[in-house]
């Protein structure tokens, strides 16, 4: 059995812009590379010198690594934005794609814990706000229990005034006008009419 050898080039990409990052650059040049066939690839996030940067580094053969290194030239994840990609040679280890995609997975779910993480804890702060809100709530149906309470009272306190006052002023006016009667009969007796 004959075993078939070919020659191995190795690069590095360097990916330049101002939205580079959390766009999914890796994850996109990934399924790029595995598209291409390339059996060692990775990419990395870097902030160097204050500039946000995708390093991609490659290993395969020469006509595949053209291929790829073509694409990342002309191709980006649509909400990316690419100020610059540069090429250089690269001797170092390159791990392999597979490796790399576990890495990401991994890496995915880390995030995707850390913020499962995050909105269980919102969650319990909002549910802290909530019982809060509910508290006030229930104060304030206590306070308002006690104005109709005292508005009841205040109701049946004037009521029972209102009829206390109409029975003085019908006493008031009967008295008035039994004082008229008799006023006009000693006028009557006065002038003969009696």
Partial sequence: MRVKMYAVMKTQAVITGSKVHDVGYRTFLLQKALRYGLLQFDASNELIRGMSKVVVRAEGEP??????????????????IVSDVSFEEYSGYVISTIDYMHLIQVEQLSK??????SIDNKQDRML???DQMLDKQDQMLGKQDQMIQKMDHMETSITGEIKDLRTDLRSYIDR???????????IKVKIGLM
Avoid at 176 to 186: A, C, G, L, T, Y
Wanted: hydrophobic share 40%; with cysteine.
């Fill in 63 to 80: 006509a595949i690594i053209e291929a790829f290194s073509s694409c990342i030239r002309s191709e980006y994840p649509p909400d990316a």
């Fill in 112 to 117: 995707g814990i850390h913020a499962i993480i």
């Fill in 128 to 130: 802290d706000k909530q």
């Fill in 176 to 186: 008035k006008f039994s004082v008229m009667e008799q006023d006009i009969q000693q």
